[in-house]
């Protein structure tokens, strides 16, 4: 297996391990949520090159970043690798229409290919949209001039303040910079053939007066010339995430109510629906290789993504075994029961 232990990605991963997964490294890329590709039985694919991030948002569902508590692996896939299992993928479900969405469990600007990646996305045959989901702490005019000219056509970019003692606080990061960041912004909106989506994370009672200012802000620089100018995601508190103190989620209703009030206010769309503003359509999804409740044998093949979990491989796709103190040896031979399948992402338990 091979295992990075350069000091490259300290900065990204804190001192857990860093694995390089190659065609080499025998690990599939599909059956893990942490990396590699995710078909969930739509004409979107999702891609996640690399599982690291450089913020440690208060309130980040997978506990991501360098102060991470729960990971005890982060993962980087080779750009071969990915790319030729994505268009075996593109190929399966029909090469038309796709969407290549870079979205991942970190942010996907800690991977250091990926300008080529998204180059390569944009080269596959069928795929008619290139998007990417980043929280902008690693955007640069260069890197934009970049993933521009690469053929990015859409960027979902996460500004969850427009304050910058707040800002700072919710991204758990005392170098965070939300000036810097509304700057790259307003750089895509006024330069650049890539379509701008302003994504907050609405947080109740932390940032609630700043989401209608985040609002006017995305209007103001022109963003959503193609796709809507904003996607506000709703805090919702995940079991392995981190959840800010003090917090009541909103439900359902009191948050697309409360959408809807800005929709008029702003005259702008704010509730989203997949299909209508992004095209999104069933496909078919690939072969479900383990039904709910299969016994087998796997082999191991390193740490999983969060402590207690393994890494094993059966029928070519990743399986994460939890409740595992001990990492076995790569290549022991593990009796597994399969305990969830739900897109082909691959949780077992021993037996
Ligand atoms: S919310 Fe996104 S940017 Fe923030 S720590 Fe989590 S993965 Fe990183």
């Known amino acids: 297996m091979n ?13 857990r391990k860093v694995v390089y997964v190659t065609y080499d490294s025998g690990i599939p890329l599909i059956g893990c949520i942490a990396f590699g590709l995710i078909d969930r039985g739509t ?13 440690n ?11 991470s508590k729960r990971r005890q692996t982060e993962y980087i896939v080779e750009l071969e690798y990915l790319v030729d299992e994505f268009r ?52 640069s005019e260069k890197l934009i001039d970049d993933l521009d000219d690469a053929g990015l056509d859409r960027l979902n970019l996460s500004i969850d303040s427009l304050d910058p003692e ?32 302003i994504a907050p994370v609405w947080v109740p009672s932390i940032n609630d007066d ?13 963003a959503g010339k193609k796709w809507p100018a904003l996607g506000i995601q709703k805090y919702i508190p995940h079991k392995r995430g981190r959840k800010p103190k003090g917090v009541r989620p909103m439900t359902w209703k009191e948050f697309y109510d409360k959408l809807r009030i800005w929709e008029r206010k702003y005259s702008t769309k704010l509730v989203l629906s997949l299909s209508e503003d992004f095209g999104l359509h069933k496909r078919k999804m690939l072969p479900i290789k383990y039904k709910i409740g299969e016994k087998t044998i796997v082999e191991t093949l390193t740490s999983g993504w969060q402590r207690g979990e393994v890494l094993t491989r059966g029928k070519g796709v990743s399986i994460t075994v939890v409740r595992m103190p001990v990492i076995p040896r790569k290549g022991t031979q593990l009796a597994i029961r399969i305990i969830r399948n739900k897109h082909n992402i691959y949780i077992a338990r021993t037996y």
């Open 3 to 15: 295992e990075l232990h350069s000091n490259k990605f300290r900065r990204f991963s804190g001192k």
């Open 43 to 55: 004409n979107t694919i999702q891609i996640r090159p690399t599982s690291m991030c450089p913020l």
């Open 57 to 67: 948002c208060i309130f980040c569902s997978t506990d991501a970043g360098p102060n």
């Open 88 to 139: 075996r993928v593109v190929r399966y479900k029909g090469e038309y229409k796709i969407e290549a969405h870079i979205d991942t469990v970190g942010d996907p600007l800690t991977y250091p290919k990926i300008v080529d990646l998204v180059q390569e996305l944009k080269n596959t045959k069928g795929v008619e949209v290139v998007s990417m989901q980043t929280h902008g702490y690693l955007l």
């Open 166 to 197: 707040l800002a700072r606080y919710l991204s758990g990061t005392p170098t965070y910079d939300v000036e810097k960041i509304m700057d790259m912004a307003m750089y895509i909106t006024e330069n650049k053939r890539i379509d701008l989506l």
């Open 210 to 222: 700043e989401i209608p200012k985040i609002i006017e802000f995305a209007l103001n620089i022109g």
